[in-house]
Structure formats: structure tokens, C-alpha cells
């Protein structure tokens, strides 16, 4: 894996190179963590010139102590430890660029607060600070299979414990009760932990997207809405179900599920490389709007995930660019009325082409609208 992590580097550094840079400057957690392994919270990453192997993983611990979920750094990376624990690691690591004559120096601005940006400049007197933009996140929109494999492990383990939830008794239960059980199980499976917390929303509270669960107890007839994730390997997945709780589906909720899931299926089959990012939004969102749900429906149909659960690419409607192969995104269209409830179907999946099979669908529990 040392020489994924090297082959990583050596990109960015030959970017960096081109654009006039001799050195970069990365402090984003999972920026870092994509160029340099598993390292500990807070550690930033001195990118060295081309041609030198001076890169350099300035750590506010020791990363080889006792064993992490994250890992240990890749080898053959250069390791320091600050000698306070009150250091600023972005800023020893620029303190170390000009000790070595660094001439230009590319930061992470978007990433690094005010303050932290004023003590770097602070500590490179008469070197040249350029702006690394999103240089990295560009760099992790496509996977390679290694990050895939840890996708699908983290969409098995997700699947295993949605599944096993549905399982059991949930008439009577908490929505705080049920997300605490998911992240539970997510972890009994082999999660590092929830990629983000864990939503559970009944009867009214069902299709909202960012509902944080309550003490609301689970009733006959609710619709339930479910969407969690694992966190595998450092990387995230997300998945998202609607049910209904006891009895036989209304008439209602039969029609909005199935327009859901058709918008859903519209935006999944929209998945393809070379396709603009706002195509696949739009092939899910007219179809809702078509049905006369235009209001409300949320700002984006689905994003990027990798090492951070929302990340590029946007599937949303003002979206620039197209889908590579090997990205993975979500499909997460959903519909809320207020007052009664809704429905939302996300899932996570892999671009790619037709001639190999087309959209990788990593979460596979059913979709079909089951009466629990």
C-alpha cells in the first residue's frame, strides 16, 4: 500500500511543480490521511519538491503508539512528533519548509482558520505562499479498487445491521432508541464507527433529510424512515429506507413510495461515465416534480463519498463537470409532507460504464415497501 500512498504524493507534487509551487503545505484530516495513511487527529503533511523524499508527516503524537483504528502512517514516510503538545502542527511544518530553503509554499486556505493562516505566514519570512485550492479533493474523486474494497465492506456491514434491526420489534421504541441500536450493531460488525449520525424518523418525522432522532415512540401505521452508514478502513457509505410499521401500507403512502423509487430508479439508471452531474439530478427530480412535489425537495439528489461522507462530486442542479468511472456517489431522492410524513431511498453506488456492467450498487437491502 506505501507505494499507492507514494504514487498519491507524486501526483500532487508534479501539480504543485506545475504550478509553480516547490513544496505543499496539506492539513485537511482527509486530505492527509488519502497522501499519507492512517495518522493521527491533527497531523499535517510537508509536501518536499520534486525529485526529493523529504515529505514529512508532522504528527501532535506519536503515531506508532498504541494501536488506532486509522492505522500507521505509509512507509517510508518521514515522521516528526511536536515537542509541545500545545503546537500548532501546521505551523511547525511551515517553520520546517524555510529551514530547508523552500522558495514557494502551497497552503490548504480553504482548510486553515485565519489565525492559523497569519502564524504561517508569521514563520516563512520571504517565501512565496501560493493557494493549493482543492487540488486533493479533485485527486479523490476517483477510486482506485483498493478504496472500492472498503466501500463495499462498509455497505455490507451497513446492510447487515439495517437488516438485522428490521428484525425485530419496533412498534413501542424510541427513534433515539433504534439509532442508537444501528450504530451499535454497525460497530459489532466491524465498523470503525457511523460515517454520520445515525437518522431515524417516524411518522411525521419520516423522509426528512437531516431529522435527528427524538423520544418519539414507533406507532402502527408510521411510516419509518432509516439512514445511517459504516465507517470501514476510513471510508464511508450511506444507505437510506422507508418502511411502514404494522399493518398493510395506506393507499397514500403507496403512491408516494412508488414515486420515490421511481425517482430514485431514474437518478440510478442516469449513472454513467461522461454524464454531467446535473443530468443525473435532473432525471430524478422531474420526476417528482412532475408529480407536482417541485416545492421543497431538497437542494441536491446526491454527492461523492470516499474517506468523507459528502464529498465532490454534487449531483445537484447548478453542477459543473461529468462523472469519471470509479467515482462513488449517492442517490438519495425523498419527498417530506409536512405534518404527515415521507419517504427517502438512498443509495450508494459506483459509476461505471456500460460495458462493465454499469452502476455498481454497493448497499443492497430491499427496496421494496415493506410493512414491518
Request: aromatic share 4%.
Amino acid at each position: 500500500m506505501s507505494e499507492v500512498y507514494e504514487a498519491r504524493r507524486t501526483r500532487l507534487r508534479d501539480r504543485c511543480a506545475a504550478a509553480g509551487s516547490e513544496s505543499a503545505l496539506v492539513s485537511r484530516p482527509a486530505n492527509v490521511r488519502y497522501l499519507a495513511g492512517g495518522v493521527p487527529a491533527g497531523a499535517v503533511l510537508l509536501l518536499g519538491p520534486p525529485g526529493s523524499d523529504q515529505d514529512l508527516l508532522m504528527c501532535p503524537q506519536d503515531p506508532f503508539g498504541d494501536p488506532r483504528p486509522a492505522g500507521r502512517p505509509a512507509e517510508g514516510l518521514r515522521v516528526a512528533v511536536l515537542p509541545a503538545p500545545d503546537a500548532d502542527p501546521a505551523v511547525a511544518a511551515a517553520a520546517r519548509a524555510t529551514a530547508a530553503g523552500t522558495g514557494s509554499l502551497a497552503v490548504e486556505e480553504h482548510h486553515l482558520s485565519v489565525a492559523q493562516y497569519r502564524a504561517v505566514c508569521s514563520v516563512v519570512p520571504g517565501m512565496r505562499l501560493a493557494d493549493l485550492g482543492r487540488a486533493v479533493e479533485q485527486q479523490r474523486v476517483v477510486k482506485d479498487e483498493e478504496e472500492i474494497s472498503c466501500l463495499r465492506i462498509a455497505a455490507e456491514i451497513t446492510d447487515q445491521a439495517l437488516g438485522e434491526l428490521l428484525e425485530s420489534i419496533l412498534v413501542g421504541r424510541t427513534e433515539r432508541h433504534l439509532a442508537l441500536e444501528l450504530e451499535r450493531r454497525l460497530v459489532d460488525h466491524g465498523a470503525a464507527g457511523p460515517a454520520f449520525a445515525t437518522s431515524v424518523g417516524a411518522g411525521p418525522h419520516s423522509g426528512s433529510a437531516d431529522h435527528q432522532p427524538t423520544d418519539r415512540r414507533v406507532e402502527e401505521g408510521d411510516f419509518l424512515s432509516v439512514r445511517l452508514g459504516a465507517d470501514y478502513g476510513g471510508y464511508r457509505c450511506e444507505i437510506g429506507r422507508t418502511f411502514v410499521i404494522g399493518t398493510s401500507p395506506a393507499s397514500w403512502q403507496i403512491e408516494l413510495y412508488e414515486l420515490v423509487f421511481a425517482a430514485q430508479r431514474a437518478g440510478r439508471e442516469a449513472l454513467a461515465p461522461g454524464v454531467a452531474c446535473r443530468d443525473v439530478d435532473r432525471a430524478a427530480r422531474q420526476v417528482l416534480q412532475a408529480a407536482g412535489h417541485g416545492e421543497g425537495l431538497e437542494a441536491r439528489t446526491g454527492h461523492g463519498v470516499g474517506l468523507e461522507i459528502d464529498e465532490d462530486p454534487r449531483l445537484e442542479p447548478a453542477a459543473m463537470g461529468k462523472l469519471d468511472a470509479c467515482v462513488p456517489v449517492t442517490v438519495e431522492p425523498g419527498v417530506h409532507l409536512p405534518g404527515r410524513g415521507g419517504v427517502r431511498i438512498d443509495d450508494t453506488l459506483v459509476v461505471r460504464s456500460e460495458a462493465d456492467g454499469g452502476p455498481e450498487l454497493l448497499t443492497i437491502t430491499t427496496k421494496e415497501l415493506l410493512a414491518l
